[in-house]
């Protein structure tokens, strides 16, 4: 089975300017993605897909293919995620290379490690899905959430108030990191169609980073852990 690890990283960041080439703990942030697609050894090619040029140029220094720039039609703030990964299928068939298995990765995900992408893609061809996501369970239990209605708290679920944490159902939520899947299943019916099954994430390696304070809290947890 063949792989490509595509790694979207383009060139506009509204909230964190070139957040995807920031330093991050000594290492432009980008790099801890590529060095973890390389790591993992799962993977016959491994590619940045942007549109920037200082960006392929740090890519490329760290070991990853750019073969190709983004188009304007994926270079835009409404372009979604299929449609990169659709768009780098495409070209690579045009050039007489095909792939059975994606792994898209985001560049701003510097608690991916080799390991983790190895064990990823080893479950999702054992158990022939169509598409991987990672999770993280919820820190604290949603079905105790509350909303506010006329300026009073309301308990959301109710029927939860007196359920004790260890009998509630354990919620994940996507760790937005990584997204492994079946190439013909994605061209055919789109990224939200299919098997989709969980890899489990360790809470610790899951951070959000959209924000300078984000970035401020996942440069700490990163040095907890490292």
């Known amino acids: 089975m063949s792989a490509i690890a595509i790694i979207t990283a383009r060139g506009g960041s509204k909230r964190i300017p070139r957040k995807n080439i920031k330093n991050f703990c000594g290492k432009p ?25 200082e960006i392929a140029e740090i890519a490329k220094e760290c070991g990853a293919n750019i073969p190709f720039f983004r188009s304007d039609k994926t270079s835009g703030d409404y372009a979604s995620t299929e449609d990169v990964l659709v768009e780098v299928i495409n070209e690579y068939k045009k050039n007489g290379k095909e792939f059975d298995t994606y792994c898209c990765i985001y560049p701003t995900a510097p608690f991916l490690t080799g390991g983790i992408l190895r064990e990823a893609v080893r479950k999702f061809e054992a158990e022939k899905a169509d598409f991987m996501t990672p999770v993280v369970r919820f820190s604290y239990p949603p079905q105790r959430c509350q909303i506010i209605e006329n300026g009073q708290l309301v308990r959301k679920w109710p029927e939860y108030k007196y359920t004790r944490s260890q009998d509630l159902e354990p919620w994940y939520h996507d760790a937005g990191q990584f997204y492994i899947g079946n190439i013909e299943c994605l061209l055919k019916n789109g990224m939200s ?19 300078e304070e984000d970035w401020k809290i996942a440069e700490m947890k990163f040095r907890l852990i490292n």
């Open 29 to 53: 942030i980008l790099q801890y993605s590529i060095e973890a697609a390389l790591g993992s050894e799962m993977f016959d090619e491994v590619m940045v897909s942007t549109d920037d040029r």
């Open 193 to 211: 169609n299919g098997v989709n099954i969980p890899y489990i994430m360790e809470e610790m390696r899951v951070q959000d980073i959209d924000t």
